[in-house]
């Protein structure tokens, strides 16, 4: 039994010194440790990493979601009579024509086989040949013919009819294009009539088919052409062929 107490107590000695150091490394890392903190560029370096770390698992969920494209209204630039492409690029639109059956609409002119259509619709669906003649020279700029030029093989002035029942909803005389008159025919359809002169009737007037609102007259921008018509057909502001919409 002596022998017994004597190996416990001597155990417990040599295990004393142990606890001793191992205490005593406790306090020294503790120690060390506030010393650290206390340090002026500990503090935000330990925010930084953070931010850092959130940053980065933020960045790893948005990419793991893909990005649906944004939808938005179209864009593409409306070609006028007279207006600058830019970078000489041609833009085409498609619009849903109107039945021609249903509207009757018809020549702005009374009698057509006795002029020249100079200058026709520019049409994308039209040979290379016919879409190169229906472009407009406009400084060192061309681009797409938005509407048909009637022009008197004499160079006489020519009576300038309502292509169709409607309201006269524009007449002014404009640098560019001379007097314009336009007409609205509802459901969105719109002729234009540009280059006039003796004009007869004013904004808000109604018409019927075939009415003389004007007579052929001179542009500026077109002033090679002499005495001419320019026609156009409009749907929901865009220019559309005018032959899709003339009943013979």
Known sequence: MNDQNQNK??????????????????????SGLKKLLAKRWVSPAIFMAAAAIIVTLMWIYQGSDPVKPTVGP???????????????????KEVAPVAASTLGMKWPVEKKEALQEQTKFYDATATATEREAALVQVGNTFSPHTGIDFVDPDGQPFDVLAALAG???????????GTV???????????VYQSLTD???????????G??????????LEKDLGVH????????GETVNPVDYIKE
């Open 181 to 191: 008159i336009e007409i609205s025919h509802g459901d969105g359809l719109v002729t």
């Open 167 to 177: 309201k006269v909803t524009y007449v002014k005389q404009e640098p560019t294009n």
């Open 229 to 236: 018509l320019h026609f156009e057909t409009r749907l929901n």
């Open 211 to 220: 009415t003389v609102i004007a007579k052929a007259g001179r542009s500026e």
């Open 74 to 92: 179209d864009n593409s630039t409306e070609v006028s009579q007279g207006e600058e492409q830019a970078e000489g690029t041609i833009v085409e």
């Open 9 to 30: 107590q001597k155990q417990r000695q040599e295990e004393t010194p142990k606890n001793s150091m191992g205490g005593a490394s406790a306090a020294n890392s503790s």
């Open 199 to 209: 004009v007869t009737v004013k904004q808000g007037d109604d018409v019927i088919q």
